[in-house]
């Protein structure tokens, strides 16, 4: 099929693929402050020098080949977005996205998961949070036969990120995560504000504290030598039992899937061992279990820049089935704080 069949095609689809992601390009390659996804590219001010450049971001952002001339044909975000999502229907990441059972609201919350990988934790979100907020929950990637784990921050996060775009068609606003997964939304949420300028949500479950060399509060907990190579003795162990279980037919086994989820979870851990990521600006919950209240909230509060805007709870239990033991509470908060931020970020009535 020629490129102008595939994007007369691709005009025709309803979907703006990743309209919003093309737009966040248009902006940061022409220097303004923000792109509309029905903008026109060349009123923008952009020429033959500033095309090829757009296309290139393009390009390294979604894996595919296209002519800088695609611009003529498709001189917006709107219309370069349904193109790209014609070439490139499927990322790898949106297999990882969950949407979960009963949600009817209409603005997506993106949940990623604990150390565990799992996507289950999602399930014991309440009906009043799922009335109000579509939720998709986020699996980890190498749970299942055949896959790989990511194998650093910057590469889950990434991919996470696309897998949300690719499954919304926009990049994700409001993103939490449990555990292990707080980490990792206040590293989406990077991505989209550095794709776009506007502030995400982040809601953060029981996080670990930040820089924990084993993602738990321990004493004396720095990142030295010797842990990070008893961190990656782990990784070699699990790695090679279960690709040796694998190879004698023993990978769908009860020991074979226990050995992938040990795997699953030291590649997590080698990953974000020691990891604190720098402040950016965002509206950040931080619910606390007392267990590890202490040890993290002072830390996030510490960490949160000038531009940030940070509420931290502290709710009574352990951080082991923290969740399930807090459900009415930790949804009251999100909402709480979701509808205190919209009204905060409501436009003023003219005249003021």
């Not at 020991?255 to 020691?274: P, V």
Request: overall charge neutral; aromatic content about 8%; hydrophobic content about 45%.
């Amino acid at each position: 099929m020629s490129v102008q069949k595939i994007i007369r095609a691709a005009q025709a689809a309803p979907s703006i693929g990743p309209a919003h992601l093309i737009a966040g390009i248009f902006a940061a390659e022409l220097q303004i402050p923000r792109a509309d996804i029905d903008d026109n590219f060349f009123d923008l001010g952009g020429d033959s020098l500033t095309a090829e450049t757009v296309v290139l971001a393009v390009q390294s952002r979604f894996g595919i080949k296209l002519q800088t001339s695609v611009l003529l044909a498709a001189p917006t975000p709107r219309e370069f977005g349904s193109l790209v999502a014609s070439l490139n229907q499927v990322h790898p990441a949106l297999q990882l996205i969950v949407r979960v059972s009963g949600s009817a609201g209409h603005e997506p919350i993106a949940m990623i998961h604990g150390i565990s990988g799992s996507a289950l934790f999602a399930n014991r979100f309440g009906r009043r949070l799922k009335e109000k907020y579509a939720v998709m929950a986020v699996r980890g990637m190498g749970l299942e036969p055949g896959e790989t784990p990511y194998s650093s921050v910057a590469e889950i996060s990434a991919n996470y990120f696309d897998g949300l775009t690719s499954a919304t068609g926009r990049h994700p606003h409001v993103v939490g995560g449990i555990c292990f997964g707080g980490l990792l939304a206040i590293e989406v949420g990077r991505l989209t504000y550095d794709a776009t300028g506007e502030r995400p949500a982040l809601l953060l479950i029981d996080p670990p504290p930040l820089g924990s060399a084993w993602l738990k509060p321990m004493a004396d907990n720095r990142m030295t030598a010797q842990r990070r190579r008893q961190i990656t003795r782990k990784v070699v162990y699990w790695r090679t039992l279960r690709d040796g279980l694998k190879a004698v037919g023993m990978g769908q086994t009860w020991i074979g899937r226990h050995t992938r989820q040990k795997a699953f979870k030291s590649m997590l851990i080698h990953a974000a061992a020691g990891f604190s990521p720098s402040s950016y600006p965002c509206d950040i919950l931080v619910l606390a279990s007392s267990e590890w209240g202490a040890a993290t909230v002072e830390q996030y509060k510490g960490w949160a820049s000038e531009e940030t805007r940070i509420k931290t709870v502290v709710l009574p239990g352990a951080h082991e089935n923290f969740r399930e033991a807090n459900m009415e509470a930790i949804d009251h908060e999100i909402i709480a704080f979701l509808a205190d931020r919209d009204v905060r970020h409501e436009p003023l009535p003219s005249g003021f």
